[in-house]
């Protein structure tokens, strides 16, 4: 009987590297996937488009007929209500994407030994319990600033500050050196989960 994959889940502010994190542990072996591109997914679907523009109106809809995620950011971030609503939507959806995500990587015929989820807001909504361990990464906040095109500050007042997520984590990891350095965080930890 094979072990399934240790569930590790990626977090950390915006603009701190978790991008740039997953696709090192995909170069160091684990099988990877983001929460955004679930989210990207769901809101493909007919189900989904349905119930946000019954909420947030036709402005969401871009000229492809697909909801845009630009004009969907620009309600949510200006109302705190409003991204509740879309949280509340999409958090489960995005939990049952992940859960057969990985239970397929588990029946394998040669799973991998471990696979990572970027989850931007994994303490904020609850989720750590789905995971084995959590990764922090961190970075100085001009650096996110300059990595960053959102306004970093306006979406950050209602995430945990940094501090916290890297006290609840297994590891944490300031990023604000080069790829190389991140890299070999990621290599360490790897090497860790996998003795």
Same mark, same amino acid.
């Given at each position: 009987?094979?072990r399934? %994959?240790?569930a590790v /889940?990626?977090? @950390?502010?915006? @603009?701190? @590297? =978790? ?9 160091? &072996?684990?099988?990877?996937?983001s929460s955004d591109?679930? #989210? ?7 189900? #989904? ?7 947030? @109106?036709? &402005?969401?809809?871009? %000229?492809?007929?697909?909801?845009d995620? &630009? /004009?969907?950011?620009?309600? #949510?971030?200006?109302?705190?209500? $409003?991204l ?11 939990s ?13 015929? $040669? %799973?991998? $030994? ?5 989850? %931007? ?13 959590v990764?922090?990464?961190? /970075? ?16 950050e $007042?209602?995430?945990?500050p940094?501090?916290? =997520?890297?006290?609840? /984590? ?16 990621? &290599? ?8």
């Amino acid at each position: 009987m094979t072990r399934p %994959p240790v569930a590790v /889940a990626i977090t @950390g502010g915006i @603009g701190a @590297g =978790k991008s740039e994190a997953l696709r090192s542990f995909a170069r160091h &072996g684990a099988a990877t996937v983001s929460s955004d591109e679930i #989210v990207h997914e769901l809101l493909r679907r007919d189900d #989904v488009r349905r119930v946000v523009v019954e909420r947030f @109106g036709n &402005g969401v809809v871009g %000229p492809d007929g697909q909801l845009d995620r &630009g /004009a969907i950011g620009t309600v #949510v971030f200006n109302d705190r209500e $409003q991204l509740r609503w879309l949280e509340e939507l999409l958090h489960p959806l995005v939990s049952v994407e992940y859960l057969q995500w990985r239970d397929q990587l588990a029946h394998l015929p $040669q %799973p991998p $030994q471990v696979c990572v989820t970027e989850v %931007p807001l994994l303490y904020e909504s609850g989720g750590e319990e789905r995971f084995d361990r959590v990764v922090v990464i961190t /970075a100085p906040e001009a650096v996110r600033r300059s990595r960053s095109d959102v306004a970093v500050e306006e979406r950050e $007042q209602w995430l945990l500050p940094d501090e916290e =997520k890297v006290s609840r /984590a297994d590891y944490a990891f300031v990023n604000s050196g080069s790829l190389e350095e991140l890299d070999g965080f990621v &290599g360490s930890v790897m090497e860790d989960l996998t003795r």
